[in-house]
C-alpha cells in the first residue's frame, strides 16, 4: 500500500511538472505579475528628462536631457538582471541571455527622444514596458531558449537631424555615410560629433555605421509595444492591436519664392504670389489622398513658413514640408508623382520659381506571420479583446522588418492623443500590453532545453 502511495505521489509530480512546463512553452497559466501602476510612475519619472515643464516632455537626442534619460533606462534594465552593452550610434541593449547560445536573439524594444512638447508615453512604453515584462518572466520561472534583448533606439524623432530612426536605420543598414555627413542640426553639428560627444560615436560617420550594422542572423524576431497614436482601439472597446503593416512616409520639402511686393500699391495682375503658390499645393495634397478613395493612405502639409510674414507685404518666399504615408507604395508614389506634378503646374501659372526636395520616400513593412500569430496567441492567452490593425505612423519597427521577422503590438490611448502633452494610457492598458508583449516574447524566444527537453516550436 506505501508502495502504491509513492508512485501516486510520483505520478502527480510528474504530471505538475508536464503542466508546468507546458504552461510556460505556450503562455497558458504563467502567472505573470506586472503592475501598470508600476510602470507608470518609471515613465513619469523617465518623463522629468525634459527640456518643457511637465506635462510636456521634449527631449532631443543626445542633449542632457537624453543623456540623463538614457542612464535611467540603464538603471532599470540592470535592476531587472539584463547585461547592457551600447552601439557607436548610442543604441542602448540589455540583454537576457538564454540556453542556446548560438541563437539570433528575440529583441524588444522603442525610442525615448521626443519631439518637442510631446508627452510621457510614445515610444518610453516600448523601452520601460519590455524591462517589466522581463522581469515578470523571470519571476514567473521562464528561462528562453533564444537571448531576449531589451533594445533603446537612438534618435527615432527626425527633430535634431532632420531624418527619423536613424538608429534602426544604421542597424538595417539602410544609411550611407554621405546622407549623414549633410544631416547637420541647428547649430551645424554633425551626428558623428553630437554623439561622439555623448560618449558614442566614431572617427567618421563610416566608422559609426560599420559598428551598428546587424550582422545577418543575430536579431531572430523583433516586437514593439506601443501606445496607438490613433483612436480605433479605444473607440471600439478593443484592449490589443496586433499590427499587420506599417505605412511610411515620403517626405517632401517644397520652395517657392517670387518678387513681393507691397500689399496695397502692387496689383493683383502684376503678382507673383509665392505664399499663395503653397496654399495651392498644400490643398493639392489633400485632393491628391483623398482622390485614391483609399483609408490607408495620408497626407499632411504639416510645416508652412512664408516670409517676409507681414500683414503689409505680398510673400515672396514659401516652404512646405509635405508627409504622404502608405502601407500601399505604388499608390503612395502616385500621390508624390501627383504632388510634384502640381508644383510645376502651379509654378508655371502663377510665374513663381520653385525648388523641391525629397527628403526620404521609405518602403512600407509587412509584419511577420510568425510574430502576429505570437502575439494573437499571447492575447487570447489573456482573454484580451483584439484586432488586426495597420500601423500609419512609422516606428523603428519599419527599419527592423528590413533583416529581422518583426510585429508590433498596440494598446489604447485617450483620444487617440499622441505628440501632445497630454497623452495618456490607463496602467490598466499597460499592465494588459507588458503581459502580452511577455508572452509573446516567451513564444518567440522558446524555453530552455534544459527545462522542457526541446525548444518551443515558433
Known sequence: MAGHARCWDVLVSLTLCLLTICNVCFGNGIKLEVSGEEVVAQLLHLAMFSDDPNPAVTRIVFTENDLLARGYVKELMTAAGLKIREDPMGNIFGRWEGSDSGAGAVVTGSHADAIPLAGAYDGTLGVIGPIAAVAALRRAGFRPAAPIDVLMFTSEEPTRFGLGCIGSRGMAGELTAALLDEKLDINGTTFQAASTAAGYGGASHQ????????????????????????????????????????????????????????????????????????AEV??????????????????????????????????????????????????????????????????????????????????????????????????????????????????????????????????????????????????ADIERGVKALALTLAKLAGTAADDTGAHTEL
Open 207 to 278: 566608422e559609426i555605421l560599420d559598428g551598428t550594422r546587424v550582422k545577418e542572423g543575430a536579431v531572430a524576431a523583433f516586437v514593439e509595444l506601443h501606445i496607438e497614436q490613433g483612436p480605433l482601439l479605444e473607440k471600439e472597446g478593443t484592449q490589443l492591436g496586433i499590427v499587420t503593416a506599417i505605412a511610411a512616409p515620403a517626405a517632401l520639402r517644397v520652395f517657392f519664392s517670387g518678387d513681393g511686393g507691397h500689399a496695397g500699391a502692387l496689383l493683383m495682375p502684376y503678382r507673383n504670389d509665392a505664399g499663395l503658390a503653397a
Open 282 to 427: 498644400a490643398l493639392a495634397v489633400e485632393g491628391a489622398v483623398l482622390e485614391t478613395g483609399a483609408i490607408d493612405a495620408v497626407g499632411t502639409t504639416g510645416l508652412f513658413e512664408i516670409g517676409p510674414n507681414t500683414v503689409n507685404s505680398v510673400p515672396r518666399e514659401a516652404k512646405l514640408e509635405i508627409d504622404i504615408r502608405d502601407i500601399d507604395k505604388d499608390r503612395r508614389d502616385a500621390i508624390v508623382a501627383s504632388v510634384l506634378k502640381t508644383v510645376e503646374e502651379v509654378a508655371k501659372r502663377r510665374k513663381v520659381r520653385h525648388r523641391v526636395e525629397i527628403i526620404n520616400q521609405d518602403a512600407p513593412a509587412i509584419c511577420s506571420d510568425k510574430v502576429i500569430a505570437a502575439a494573437t496567441e499571447a492575447a487570447e492567452a489573456l482573454g484580451a479583446s483584439h484586432k488586426r490593425m495597420v500601423s500609419r505612423a512609422y516606428h523603428d519597427s519599419l527599419f527592423m522588418a528590413r533583416f529581422a521577422p518583426t510585429g508590433m503590438i498596440f494598446i489604447p490611448c485617450r483620444g487617440g492623443w499622441s505628440h501632445r502633452p497630454d497623452e495618456f494610457a490607463s496602467p
